[in-house]
T-cell receptor
Framework: DQQVKQNSPSLSVQEGRISILNCDYT??????FLWYKKYPAEGPTFLIS?????DKNEDGRFTVFLNKSAKHLSLHIVPSQPGDSAVYFC??????????FGQGTRLTINP | NAGVTQTPKFQVLKTGQSMTLQCAQD?????MYWYRQDPGMGLRLIYY???????DKGEVPNGYNVSRLNKREFSLRLESAAPSQTSVYFC?????????????FGQGTRLTVV
């Protein structure tokens, strides 16, 4: 039972354009959502998060949008840079419960 | 500030051998986790510990045991390794309440079972 799903295994974007990564979830009790970035041979690093009481959170080039009615969140990266090429994971948790991850999306930024 | 430290970084085991993966965090976090990452499967939770003295199964606990030795340390044991346990293992820690609930990850242990 996959509670957090990232349906696009990969995404290719031109440098300078917008990258949009999507994530869907099934558990309506999730109250905190996070995005992680992972480079090869490294551990995932935290990127940005959003509480379920908000619908948008922005941090520099990164913005996360949450649509609770659709159980959908997205990560926007503007403008995309070559260093953004990595695997991106979305994750969700319910209160103090375990953190559940999606399958990941490999983002490639082309020069 | 070390954050989350995992040892070893690499390990090759023969089928049937046992080993323990060590994890320690210095952020005074209550919650600790063990995940495995496999191609196309994302990060799957093996076990987690919400606080010292408690552990709970995640999505894929079979073949593993854990020990929350104290608040800092959370170890993962493979009693009889199988080729299906070839994976990259990540330990993580987080606060269990409050505003900042992101998890911090170690660098990973790449395990190959032959």
């Amino acid at each position: 039972d996959q509670q957090v799903k990232q349906n696009s295994p990969s995404l290719s974007v031109q440098e300078g354009r917008i990258s949009i990564l999507n994530c869907d979830y099934t558990n309506s009790m999730f109250d905190y959502f996070l995005w992680y970035k992972k480079y090869p041979a490294e551990g995932p690093t935290f990127l940005i998060s959003i509480s379920s009481i908000k619908d948008k959170n922005e941090d520099g080039r990164f913005t996360v949008f949450l649509n609770k009615s659709a159980k959908h969140l997205s990560l926007h990266i503007v403008p995309s840079q070559p260093g953004d090429s990595a695997v991106y994971f979305c994750a969700a948790r319910e209160g103090a419960q375990k953190l559940v991850f999606g399958q990941g999306t490999r983002l490639t930024i082309n020069p | 500030n070390a954050g989350v430290t995992q040892t070893p970084k690499f390990q090759v085991l023969k089928t049937g051998q046992s080993m323990t993966l060590q994890c320690a965090q210095d952020m005074n976090h209550n919650s600790m986790y063990w995940y495995r990452q496999d191609p196309g499967m994302g990060l799957r939770l093996i076990y987690y510990s919400a606080s010292e003295g408690t552990t709970d199964k995640g999505e894929v606990p079979n073949g593993y045991n854990v020990s929350r030795l104290n608040k800092r340390e959370f170890s993962l044991r493979l009693e009889s390794a199988a080729p299906s346990q070839t994976s990259v293992y990540f330990c993580a820690s987080s606060e269990s309440s409050g505003g900042r609930r992101e998890a911090f990850f170690g660098q990973g242990t790449r395990l190959t079972v032959v």
